[in-house]
């Protein structure tokens, strides 16, 4: 019976002993295991702070150069005109003409903003500078009287991106190759969905008028400035 005992606490000492060596090794190799854990996470977030800095520089970068190209060519429209005898009304057949040759100037004082206008519309035009993608410039001789202009929404002061800030009466002033000036008096500031085409082809007045467009980032919509030609 004594034996037993012996033997039995014997027993238990080393199975304590065991259970003691066993959590011992076992807390640090935890510690070890969530240490990594929380050294890869540490690098993930640093790798993707990185990306997201470098995106964003890369953009900036990209819309600065954008702008920068953009007045390169006011610059040198300006300059080729001071040499130029022409007298004449621009052309009512836009349409002879090549999508990225510069047909005139639009200004909007009230948002501080000066471009030229590419004749055509495509993806990479309308990164550079505003585009005519429907009618001419007033004239007697031309059907349309409706002159739609698009231009980029960067959600900054760049471009057509606050042109939902025009309040009625607000002035946009179009200029041609021969200097020919046209004012315009915002009518109507709306937003109609994506694929509404209905502003391109329906005018307000009997007069003309002209049409901004650009997207509203936020909901996918079309943000419409309309707006009738002044007498001088």
Not at 111 to 121: A, E, T, V
Not at 174 to 191: A, G, P, T
Request: with cysteine; charged share 20%; proline share 3%.
């Amino acid at each position: 019976m004594y034996m037993n005992q012996i033997i039995n606490t014997d027993l238990n000492k080393h199975i304590d002993q065991s259970q003691n060596s066993h959590n011992k090794n076992t807390v640090p190799s935890k510690k070890h295991f969530y240490s990594k854990i929380f050294n890869i996470q540490f690098l993930l977030s640093i790798i993707a702070i990185f990306t997201i800095t470098s995106i964003f520089a890369y953009y900036k970068i990209s819309l600065n150069h954008k702008e920068d190209f953009s007045n390169l060519l006011f610059n040198n429209y300006s300059i080729t005109k001071l040499y130029s005898n022409h007298t004449n009304t621009m052309s009512d057949n836009t349409s002879q003409l090549e999508p990225n040759s510069i047909i005139g100037i639009i200004e909007i004082p009230t948002l501080n903003i000066s471009y030229p206008i590419f004749n055509g519309l495509t993806d990479e035009l309308l990164k550079t500078s505003p585009c005519r993608f429907w009618g001419n410039f007033p004239s007697a001789n031309s059907d349309e009287i409706n002159l739609c202009i698009a231009g980029h929404n960067y959600d900054n002061d760049k471009f057509f991106s606050k042109i939902k800030d025009l309040n009625i009466n607000d002035k946009i002033y179009i200029y041609d190759n021969f200097d020919n000036q046209y004012m315009y008096s915002v009518i109507k500031n709306y937003e109609v969905k994506s694929d509404d085409l209905s502003p391109v082809y329906e005018t307000i007045t009997d007069s003309f008028e002209l049409t901004l467009v650009t997207c509203n980032n936020f909901n996918g919509n079309r943000i419409i400035i309309k707006a009738k030609i002044e007498d001088d």
